[in-house]
């Protein structure tokens, strides 16, 4: 038993730890700390910092190991308790006890044959992309994946089992996006490849709202608790309105936000508005597509301004996260104000969670492979071509004194803008366009008033820093690009089409030499013969055009050969 002056101690210890944590400043004027140095390229000054602010807080070391444990809990376990949109668990297994030709499952059949041909919520977690908790030491990432108990790790990760009005019921958390499953290591904060959850979303509205709440009755015989999450569900669908994926790999929550708050009220409140559920407002997003792939987590300890497209010039990007994620769930904006106001502990260790968080290390999935000497030259042609927009990086091999090859490869110091750009380089526009149809809706609510967010729409995307940026594949927003020898050849010779493949298999999966997905005719045949795998970039949305101009010269003609292509790859891979 701890004594009642040890316990004094460690009390003390812990409100010491508070008074030294600081609050993060979210202003659209906010810059990384530490050494500044500035230098022209073409006709502007550019100016890096070598500071990040992976403790956000400025915490001690035991206060950071704490709240970042908590928080990579919050990011696999859905914190918030307000949302309105979650799977009753009773009726669920009703439905998969059923038998296959009982007028139940024929109901469901002719509404939505693709849940009717599962047979559990497992299948469906799997269907949806989520990836299992690690088993073995070897199968943990970078980043934390604290123990959540065994029923939780039972399931995948990002699904979330908790008791709602009486109800059990299943949501899913952050880590359903942006968890990765990279050669059997977990990576948390990363990428999810294929991710569905919009998709979830989309066959859920077109189900529940064809199911009347007396064939729901009828059918389910559901328990009163049931039933309430039921009528719940249905009537913040009335609110909510989804947008099916261009390609697998992409995301619509931007213009699911957008179409939802289209049809609420235009006040402070986006209050509910049963005329408004059933007439809309107008938006582009009902035509023009706004897609883009899950962020990387670990980019932002480097960053002043989030997102792709850098619209949110101030505020916490968990604070709109959760607004966003909860608008696009038929959230009463009343309740999630009054959550985030009662969880501020919880929104802090999230945050200093996903600000903790590393990328994954070429070294640690192909040991002593890098070709230092040819990174080396690398470094040279990226210093003069692409360092001033995406940063420079010191490596260990520039030190005098003799080191380890580990030590050669690793990186010392990243030096990134001061303050987060955004640069138009000719990409796809259409996802940083969609913000404009929706940004003046989310600036005049209430709740972001509160939080400090501010949205403005941009004329370009942020150059991402590009550490880790080897693990990334496939590039650009809208994963329009393949391989990274890809990304460094002019878009007008792209390939207009790929194969994408789970990274399962290190020699199957992963084209070293370039950098991304095999050839076409390399894929496995599984996936190959699938088309829900292929990606057409000739569409809008989808275009794999722009990051051309820095590839050519003043004449037109391409700046690399395909050596030169490598050697960049080689040095990318050490980031």
């Not at 693709?114 to 980043?143: A, C, T, V």
């Not at 989804?242 to 697998?248: D, E, F, G, R, T």
């Not at 962020?295 to 949110?312: E, P």
Request: net charge positive.
């Amino acid at each position: 038993m701890i004594s009642v002056s040890y316990k004094f101690i460690i009390l003390a210890i812990i409100s010491i730890n508070s008074v030294y944590s600081t609050t993060p400043d979210w202003g659209k004027d906010s810059q990384l700390p530490g050494q500044e140095k500035c230098f022209w390229k073409k006709d502007h000054e550019v100016c890096l910092k070598d500071g990040n602010r992976a403790n956000i807080y400025n915490e001690s070391q035991l206060q950071y190991d704490q709240e970042t444990t908590e928080g990579a809990k919050h990011a696999l376990y859905y914190p918030v308790t307000v949302t309105n949109l979650v799977i009753p668990n009773e009726s669920v297994e009703k439905f998969f006890n059923e038998q296959a030709h009982s007028p139940l499952r024929k109901f469901i059949f002719k509404i939505a044959k693709k849940i009717s041909q599962f047979e559990s919520m497992e299948q469906i977690f799997d269907w949806l992309g989520l990836h299992k908790y690690p088993e073995r030491k070897k199968d943990y990432g970078p980043n934390k994946i604290p123990f959540m108990g065994s029923k939780i790790q039972s399931q995948q990760m990002g699904v979330t089992n908790r008791r709602l009005h009486g109800a059990d019921v299943t949501t899913f958390s952050c880590a359903a996006c942006h968890s990765s499953d990279l050669f059997g290591v977990k990576v948390l904060g990363m990428t999810n490849r294929f991710p569905k959850a919009n998709e979830f979303f989309h066959l859920g509205q077109s189900m529940i709202s064809k199911v009347p709440t007396k064939a729901f009755e009828l059918l389910f015989n559901p328990s009163d608790e049931d039933l309430f999450i039921f009528r719940n569900a249905k009537k913040a669908l009335k609110h909510v309105e989804v947008v099916k994926p261009l390609a697998l790999g992409l995301d619509t929550s931007l213009a699911q936000v957008g179409l939802s708050l289209s049809k609420r009220s235009e006040d402070e409140y986006a209050s509910f508005s049963p005329w408004r559920a059933r007439f809309p407002r107008s938006n582009p997003l009902r035509e023009v597509p706004a897609d883009s792939k899950p962020a990387v987590w670990w980019n932002l300890k480097y960053k002043t301004r989030w997102l792709s497209d850098g619209s949110i010039v101030s505020g916490n990007p968990i604070h709109t996260n959760f607004l966003w994620n909860e608008i696009g769930r038929g959230v009463d904006l009343h309740e999630l104000e009054l959550w985030l106001d009662k969880n501020t502990q919880t929104i802090k260790e999230l945050t200093s969670f996903v600000f903790s968080t590393k990328a994954p290390a070429y070294n640690d999935f192909f040991p002593n492979e890098i070709n230092i000497a040819k990174a080396q030259r690398g470094e040279k042609l990226f210093l003069k071509n692409c360092a001033g927009c995406h940063g420079q990086y010191d490596k260990g091999w520039s030190e005098n004194s003799v080191t380890s090859y580990k030590h050669q490869i690793k990186t010392t110091k990243v030096w990134y803008h001061k303050r987060t750009p955004v640069i138009d380089v000719g990409t796809d526009p259409y996802r940083r366009e969609g913000m404009r149809y929706f940004y003046k809706d989310l600036n005049r609510l209430k709740i972001s008033e509160s939080i400090g967010t501010v949205v403005k729409p941009q004329d370009g995307y942020v150059p991402p820093p590009l550490v880790g940026i080897w693990a990334r594949w496939p590039y650009f927003h809208n994963n329009s690009v393949p391989t990274l020898f890809d990304v460094l050849t002019p878009d007008y010779k792209r390939p207009k089409s790929y194969v994408s493949v789970p990274a399962q298999d290190k020699k199957l999966d992963f084209d070293k030499i370039k950098n991304g997905y095999p050839a076409p005719d390399k894929i496995r045949a599984i996936y190959r013969n699938d088309k829900e795998f292929h990606f057409n970039a000739n569409r809008a949305g989808t275009s794999n055009k722009g990051h051309t101009s820095m590839l050519v010269d003043e004449d037109g003609v391409e700046k690399f050969t395909k050596t030169q292509k490598l050697e960049i790859i080689e040095f990318l891979k050490t980031l």
